[in-house]
């Protein structure tokens, strides 16, 4: 059996008015992982999950990658949807990820009409999981997923960035009546603790 060789990914630092992100790219420039918390090894067990065997550099990313992450970030809430991007996952995830793009930005859904876009009406938990499971969001705008009253529910990158992405992009939303309290040390501004 011939022996495969490592991918080769490409990871870079932006820093964005929500904290520094860390993306990656293959070598055909397209993206393959976003983390919101800057942490190398997370970001390095998400490429392998989704990737496969890979080998990591770090270096820019191409410059239109760069600089469409910079036009978002600046206001041109459009220009993300012009991003290559690719990764492995379920064909059920790479389903629900599909249909992710298709929400234009300023827009949102709820898990119940993300399922029922994509046929699967009574699977709602499993959008929800393959949402979570999403390695490229803003791209793959996982963010625009509200539930079913309008209001924000759990982002793997934290509410505060999710409601920042929203707001950025002029989408309606409602605010949670209660805010749940807070365990010490668990998310705290922009810092995993």
Not at 8 to 15: A, N, P, Y
Not at 97 to 108: H, K, Q, S
Not at 158 to 185: I, M, S, V, Y
Request: with cysteine.
């Amino acid at each position: 059996m011939p022996v495969t060789q490592p991918e080769s990914l490409t990871i870079d630092q932006l820093e964005t008015p929500i904290g520094p992100i860390l993306i990656a790219v293959d070598a055909q420039g397209r993206l393959r992982a976003v983390d919101f918390w800057a942490d190398e090894v997370r970001l390095q067990r998400s490429l392998r999950l989704h990737c496969g065997p890979c080998s990591v550099t770090r270096d820019q990313a191409p410059a239109a990658t760069r600089g469409a992450f910079a036009r978002y970030f600046a206001g041109d809430v459009a220009a993300l949807e012009r991003v290559p991007w690719t990764t492995g996952g379920t064909v059920f995830q790479r389903r629900v990820w599909a249909a992710l793009v298709t929400i234009p930005p300023g827009r949102t859904l709820s898990y119940g009409e993300l399922a029922r876009r994509i046929g699967e009406p009574d699977a709602v938990r499993a959008v929800g999981a393959a949402n979570g499971a999403n390695p490229v969001p803003i791209v793959v705008p996982c963010h625009r997923v509200i539930g079913a009253d309008g209001t924000l529910t759990g982002f793997g990158g934290g509410l505060d960035r999710k409601r920042w992405l929203l707001h950025h992009e002029g989408a309606d939303f409602r605010e949670n009546r209660a805010p749940k309290r807070r365990q010490p040390g668990l998310f705290d501004g922009a810092n995993a603790v």
